[in-house]
């Protein structure tokens, strides 16, 4: 087993100040700190307190993990968490990005933990996931009996919404991506070049990071392409806002000169001049099934059973070339 001597040793610290970081005491330097609790997380240390403490009460709390509070796409996903926790006697502790992460999950100081949180290294979570500490994840795929990935169905959304543009005739394509390091990016990604590449169709793709004013950049690089472009698929709807007001500064129109399309259905997409279609789902009965089955694994020994949280093409203004009816 793991002892705070090897933790020193290894971090090239004396035992004492290896002790006043794990313990968060002392006057200790912020590289220091790292360095101590780099290497704890390596050789997976667990203080034997507290691994006493765990084998006799629960904490009766879950750990939310989310990159940031911000935005109508978190707080959907939360009041979801919400609704099922209400129902319980169990406690909520949501983390932003913040070293909280690494104490909360190194230290077990939640019964189990819900993440989307791409900061998070895979590693750490297999490493920490066990029968006795479930982890939810909504960002990720990994095999694990005590790890659940939840996640949406981006394929049939992106698929619905590329065959939206073809059908249309439009054949000049364009993809905003989001961060390099997502994986739902890398979903739509991937079915939205496939399905081009099974039509015989090129992409222009232009690098976004999941931010309006990425989206607005990314507008920068391609609008002047040529020749023009006729759609644009943004892997969500900030990035599309910013793609539509890069296009409104230079006289453009959509859907008569660009279709624009985005994925999330934020609230103010259906409020917009014009209307952004979009691809949606659920965000908030996504947060409630992560939810209920963290805690039936918790309460009854449940087997996770991973899905995927359905989403559909919302048609409105901002793709429509032809005439057909667009849904609020």
């Given at each position: 087993m793991t002892t705070i001597r090897d933790i020193a040793q290894k971090a090239g610290v004396s035992i004492t100040t290896a002790s006043y970081v794990l313990n968060n005491t002392g006057n200790i330097s912020e590289a220091t700190r790292q360095r101590v609790l780099q290497v704890a997380e390596e050789l997976n240390y667990h203080p034997n307190a507290f691994a006493r403490h765990l084998k006799r009460v629960k904490t009766l709390t879950i750990g939310v993990f989310i990159s940031r509070f911000g935005g109508a796409f978190y707080e959907e996903i939360l009041e979801g968490i919400h609704d099922v926790i209400l129902a319980t006697d169990y406690e909520l502790i949501v983390s932003p990005e913040t070293r909280s992460p690494r104490r909360l999950l190194h230290y077990r100081q939640v019964d189990g933990a819900i993440v989307f949180d791409s900061k998070i290294p895979d590693t750490s979570i297999i490493k920490l996931a066990s029968r006795r500490f479930p982890i939810v994840v909504l960002d990720r795929l990994l095999q694990n009996d005590f790890i659940l990935p939840?996640?949406?169905?981006?394929?049939?959304?992106?698929?619905?919404?590329?065959?939206?543009?073809?059908?249309?005739?439009?054949?000049?394509?364009?993809?905003?991506?989001?961060?390099?390091?997502?994986?739902?990016?890398?979903?739509?990604?991937?079915?939205f070049l496939h399905e081009a590449e099974q039509h015989g169709l090129h992409v222009l793709v232009a690098q976004g990071h999941f931010t309006e004013i990425s989206g607005y950049e990314a507008a920068q690089s391609i609008l002047d392409s040529s020749p023009p472009l006729e759609a644009v698929f943004c892997a969500n709807d900030q990035m599309a806002l910013g793609f539509l007001r890069a296009m409104k500064e230079r006289g453009l129109q959509a859907p008569s000169d660009i279709a624009v399309v985005g994925f999330d259905d934020?609230?103010?997409?259906?409020?917009?001049?014009?209307?952004?279609?979009?691809?949606?789902?659920?965000?908030?009965?996504?947060?409630a099934t992560a939810t209920r089955q963290l805690l039936d694994f918790l309460e009854n020994d449940t087997p996770f059973q991973p899905r995927r949280i359905p989403t559909h093409f919302i048609l409105r203004e901002s793709s429509i070339i032809h005439s057909q009816p667009s849904v609020l």
């Open positions: 939840l996640l949406l169905d981006n394929a049939q959304g992106v698929h619905e919404a590329f065959h939206h543009f073809y059908t249309q005739g439009l054949r000049r394509m364009a993809y905003v991506a989001g961060s390099p390091d997502s994986f739902d990016n890398a979903e739509r990604a991937r079915t934020i609230p103010i997409a259906r409020y917009m001049q014009p209307s952004l279609s979009t691809v949606g789902a659920s965000r908030r009965e996504w947060g």
